[in-house]
């Protein structure tokens, strides 16, 4: 098993440009989630999916689109950069039973948006 | 105020040494508690999981859960250099909403 992949690991962006950053999962996870971390500020939510085609807003939506086409995929869409979205950004997929829920990262993209 | 307080640190302690990290949360509706640890340029990694009041050990890890006092506790016994990390909490409530509310998470540096 891979677990939670990103692509790519390292992106440099123009204000204005906008970018996929990739995440897949290969461990059939129904749940997936979009973060970022800054300095200060912690992890933050940006969106989150219940399931393939199933999409909702976290706590720092604007600026950002994502889909769920399928299970295994969630990308997140850039729409238009600006320098405060430089950030580390984590994507997660969760295994839930009843009474526990274990989210697994991946290795995380670094933007850089000038 | 946050729903979660987490001191970042950095903390810096002897190899050997017990570590204690906190969190303290200001809403009575949590009901999981989890800790988890992320290396230098890594993604966070769930280290313990625990439901409601008391104590759940791992191995030299022990997360306590104090739900009276709204007190998360992790110690890390015998410290070791790949300690070395930041240690986030993470809180959620009971339901299908269970969106994960972090600390900001402490750095800890175990010096050989």
């Known amino acids: 098993n891979a677990g939670v992949t990103q692509t790519p690991k390292f992106q440099v962006l123009k204000t204005g440009q906008s970018m996929t950053l990739q995440c897949a999962q290969d461990?059939?996870?129904?749940?997936m989630s979009w973060y970022r971390q800054d300095p200060g500020m912690g992890l933050r939510l940006i969106h989150y999916?219940?399931?393939?085609?199933?999409?909702d807003q976290g706590e720092v939506p604007n600026g950002y689109n994502v889909s769920r086409s399928t299970t295994e995929d969630f990308p997140l869409r850039l729409l238009s950069a600006a320098p405060s979205q430089t950030s580390v950004y984590f994507c997660a997929s969760s295994f839930r039973t009843s009474y526990q829920e274990t989210q697994y990262f991946g290795p995380g993209t670094r933007l850089l948006v000038l | 105020q946050k729903e979660v307080e987490q001191d970042p640190g950095p903390l810096s302690v002897p190899e050997g040494a017990i570590v204690s990290l906190n969190c303290t949360y200001s809403?009575?509706?949590?009901?999981?508690f989890m800790w988890y640890r992320q290396y230098s340029r890594k993604g966070p990694e769930l280290l313990m999981y625990?439901?409601s009041s008391g104590n759940k050990e791992d191995g030299r890890f022990t997360a306590q859960v104090d739900k009276s006092s709204k007190y998360i506790s992790l110690f890390i016994r015998d410290s070791q250099p790949s300690d070395s990390a930041t240690y986030l909490c993470a809180l959620s409530k009971a339901g299908n909403n269970r969106k994960l509310i972090w600390g900001l998470g402490t750095s800890l540096a175990v010096n050989p």
């Open positions: 625990t439901y």
């Open positions: 999916s219940v399931g393939a085609g199933i999409t």
């Open positions: 809403n009575s509706a949590f009901q999981y």
């Open positions: 461990m059939n996870h129904e749940y």
